[in-house]
C-alpha cells in the first residue's frame, strides 16, 4: 500500500509540474461558465410567460402548475423514463455479455484480426449520423417499406403494419433502433477494460474447472466496475433526455404514444410558442437527471467491506 501511494503521489507532483492546467483550466472555466449561464438563464425563463418575443412578464411558478396538470407532460416523463431501457440498461447489460464472449472468442493470433472488423461493425450506428440512419429506418419502417415488402415476400401478410404510424408499433419500433443505437457504445468501452484483466488469473480459473459463467461473475464483472459506472451514467442520461432518435423518426407520434420530455420541451419551444413553459420542463428533466445520477453514483461508488477495512 505504501508503494501505491507513493506512486500516486509521484504521479500526481509530474503533473503539476507539467504545466497541463495552464492549457486546461482556461478552457474549462469558460465552459463551466458557459453552462452554468445558461442553466440559470433557462431557470429563470420557466418564471416568465414569454412567447419569444416582445417583453417576458414574471409569473411565478404558474407554468409549473400548468405542467402538473397536463397529461401528455407526464406522458412524456414516463416516456423518457422507460426509453432508459432500450437507451442504458437493455445495451449495457448485452455489452458486457458480447465483450466478454468475443474477448474471449477472438483472444488468439487469428481473432486478433477479425476483432476490429467485429468492434467497428457494433460502434458504426454511433458513427453514423441520426439524420442519416433515421431516414434509413423510417424508409424501411415505412407501410411500403423493405420490412413490410420481405414480411408479404414471407407469405405473412397479417403481420404487416404501419411500424410508425400505430402507437404500440411505433413505440416497439423506436425501442428496437434505440437498442441499435446503443448498444456500440457499450461493447467498444467494456472491450477496452477487459484488456487490463488479468489473463492469467482466467487461465488459471479455467484451469481449476471454472466454467465461463464463474470466471465472467467472479473475474470479468470486478475488473469491469469503473467502465460499468461510466457507461452506466452516460447512457441513462442520455436514455432520460432522449430527443435525436424521436425527432428523425416519430416526431414524437403517433398522437404523442413516442413523446418523451426532451421532445415535448422543444415543442413548446418551437412550436408551441411558449418559452417559459418549454424551461419548465427542461428545468424539471434536468432535476430528474440530477437524483438519478446522484443515485448512480452512490450505489457503485459505494466501497465495499474490505475497501472500508485498508482506509
Excluded: C
Excluded at 14 to 34: D, E, H, M, N, Q
Excluded at 67 to 76: G, N, Q, R
Excluded at 157 to 171: E, K, M, R, S
Excluded at 208 to 219: E, S, T, Y
Amino acid at each position: 500500500m505504501a508503494l501505491v501511494t507513493e506512486t500516486t503521489k509521484d504521479v500526481r507532483r509530474t503533473r503539476r509540474k507539467s504545466g497541463y492546467g495552464g492549457f486546461l483550466y482556461p478552457s474549462f472555466f469558460i465552459l463551466a461558465a458557459f453552462i452554468v449561464t445558461m442553466l440559470v438563464w433557462n431557470i429563470v425563463l420557466s418564471f416568465m410567460k414569454y412567447p419569444g418575443f416582445g417583453r417576458a412578464k414574471w409569473i411565478g411558478l404558474k407554468n409549473y402548475a400548468d405542467l402538473f396538470t397536463w397529461d401528455i407532460f407526464w406522458e412524456s416523463v414516463l416516456h423518457s423514463l422507460y426509453y432508459v431501457i432500450p437507451m442504458a440498461i437493455i445495451p449495457t447489460v448485452l455489452g458486457v455479455f458480447l465483450a466478454a464472449a468475443v474477448y474471449d472468442a477472438f483472444r488468439g493470433r487469428i481473432g486478433a484480426l477479425f476483432l476490429p472488423w467485429v468492434r467497428a461493425g457494433l460502434y458504426l450506428p454511433q458513427v453514423i449520423p441520426i439524420a442519416i440512419s433515421g431516414t434509413i429506418w423510417g424508409w424501411i419502417l415505412s407501410q411500403d417499406g423493405l420490412l413490410n415488402q420481405l414480411l408479404k415476400n414471407l407469405g405473412a401478410n397479417q403481420l404487416t403494419v404501419d411500424w410508425l404510424n400505430v402507437p404500440i408499433p411505433a413505440l416497439a419500433s423506436l425501442t428496437g433502433i434505440m437498442i441499435w443505437l446503443q448498444l456500440g457504445f457499450g461493447f467498444v468501452i467494456f472491450l477496452a477494460g477487459l484488456a487490463r484483466v488479468d489473463v492469467s488469473a482466467i487461465e488459471a480459473a479455467q484451469v481449476d474447472g471454472a466454467n465461463w459463467w464463474q470466471r465472467f461473475i467472479n473475474l470479468t464483472l470486478p475488473a469491469l466496475r469503473p467502465e460499468i459506472l461510466v457507461v452506466t451514467l452516460i447512457t441513462v442520461v442520455g436514455g432520460i433526455k432522449v430527443f435525436a432518435p424521436i425527432a428523425y423518426i416519430t416526431y414524437g407520434g403517433p398522437r404523442g404514444s413516442t413523446q418523451a420530455a426532451a421532445s415535448f420541451g422543444v415543442d413548446l419551444f418551437f412550436g408551441g410558442g411558449s418559452i417559459g413553459m418549454g424551461s419548465a420542463v427542461t428545468t424539471l428533466l434536468a432535476v430528474i437527471i440530477g437524483v438519478t445520477v446522484s443515485v448512480i453514483a452512490a450505489v457503485f461508488v459505494r466501497r465495499t467491506p474490505t475497501e472500508r477495512g485498508q482506509r
